[in-house]
């Protein structure tokens, strides 16, 4: 079993208050995030967004894998998620995830792309890990 983490720290409240996300590889080490840059469009990151950068790469990854399996190498992928926050009974809730893909795949035709997108919505770890929508456009390029 691999195991990794991510920590947070939170002080002040929620609307005035500050916090500092960081990674167990450092790649965000006490990064700010806080109300603004959830709620309107203040600096800093927010929790959808870092969830949004984990789903984007982990399809990204899991897309490789499934392309390799069928004989495959891509040039290029290029992922995105957009995670919708939506305030729903009284609270809010993660609702959705659109995974947006383009790729570049010497040989593969419209159809299989469409196929491997569409197994790798449905097995990337992360969507898996999501208890909302996933939805997805794909394009070969």
């Known amino acids: 079993m ?16 500050i916090g500092k996300v960081s990674t167990q590889t450092d790649a965000l ?3 700010p995030y806080g109300f603004k840059a959830r709620f309107e469009d203040g600096p800093g990151t927010n929790p959808e967004e870092l969830v949004g950068a984990a789903h984007a790469a982990c399809f990204a990854m899991a897309m490789s894998l499934n392309l390799g399996e069928k004989g495959y190498t891509a040039d290029n992928i290029d992922a ?3 995670v919708s926050l939506e305030e729903v009974d009284g609270g809010f809730a993660v609702t959705k995830a ?20 569409q197994a790798t919505e449905k097995g990337c770890p992360i969507s898996k890990l999501l208890n909302a929508e996933i939805t997805m456009d794909a394009k070969l390029v």
């Open 80 to 82: 995105k998620s957009t």
């Open 98 to 117: 659109h995974i947006e893909v383009t790729a570049t795949i010497p040989g593969i035709s419209d159809a299989d792309f469409l196929a491997v997108a």
């Open 2 to 17: 691999i195991k990794k983490h991510g920590t947070a720290n939170w002080q002040g409240t929620l609307k005035d208050g």
């Open 29 to 31: 080490n006490d990064h």
